[in-house]
C-alpha cells in the first residue's frame, strides 16, 4: 500500500495518464465533490469538480492531440508537486483564438492537496503566455512592432 506521500504520487500519476488519454470522467472521479482550483489572474479560487472539466475540456478541444510529460513529481504530507510539459497542436478554438494548426509547446508547475485518497485542491501555473504567443495571429504586413 506504501505511505501516504506514495499513494499521493501514485494518485497524481494515474490522474495524469488519464487527462493525457482524454478520459476526464476518471480525472473527475480522482476528485473531491468540493474540489478547489486556484487559478493565476483570477481573484478568488474556482470550485467544483464541474469547474475542472470545463477548462480540461477547453484545453483538449483546442489542443486534441495534447501531450503531456511529468518531468518531476515529488510529495510531502498531503501535497504533491508537479513540474509538466504540454505540446500539441492547435486545431480547436482556444480563449478567443480560431485554430492555427501551429504545433505548441508550454510547461507548468503544479501544487495539489490530496484529502482522503482524492484530489482536494490545485494550485496551477501554466505558462500561458507562452502559449498565447505561440497561437496568436501574425500582425498584419507592415503593422507597427508592438
Not at 499521493?8 to 495518464?17: D, E, G, Q, S, V
Not at 478520459?23 to 470550485?47: K, Q, S, Y
Not at 484545453?59 to 504540454?86: C, E, N, S, Y
Not at 501544487?111 to 501555473?125: F, L
Request: charged fraction near 25%; include cysteine.
Amino acid at each position: 500500500m506504501g505511505t501516504t506521500t506514495e499513494r499521493n504520487l501514485a494518485l497524481l500519476h494515474t490522474a495524469y495518464r488519464a487527462l493525457g488519454s482524454g478520459d476526464l470522467d476518471a480525472c473527475v472521479d480522482m476528485l473531491t465533490e468540493d474540489f478547489i482550483a486556484n487559478v493565476p489572474g483570477l481573484p478568488e479560487p474556482l470550485h467544483g469538480r464541474e469547474i475542472w472539466r470545463l477548462g480540461a475540456q477547453a484545453m483538449l478541444d483546442g489542443f486534441p492531440d495534447l501531450q503531456i510529460k511529468v518531468d518531476d513529481m515529488f510529495g510531502a504530507d498531503d501535497r504533491v508537486a508537479v513540474r509538466v510539459r504540454f505540446s500539441g497542436t492547435h486545431r480547436g478554438e482556444f480563449q478567443g483564438i480560431a485554430a492555427t494548426d501551429r504545433p505548441v509547446h508550454f510547461r507548468s508547475i503544479e501544487v495539489y492537496r490530496v484529502e482522503g485518497g482524492k484530489i482536494a485542491e490545485e494550485w496551477v501555473a501554466p505558462d500561458m503566455i507562452s502559449l498565447m504567443q505561440q497561437i496568436s495571429p501574425a500582425p498584419a504586413a507592415g503593422a507597427p512592432a508592438a
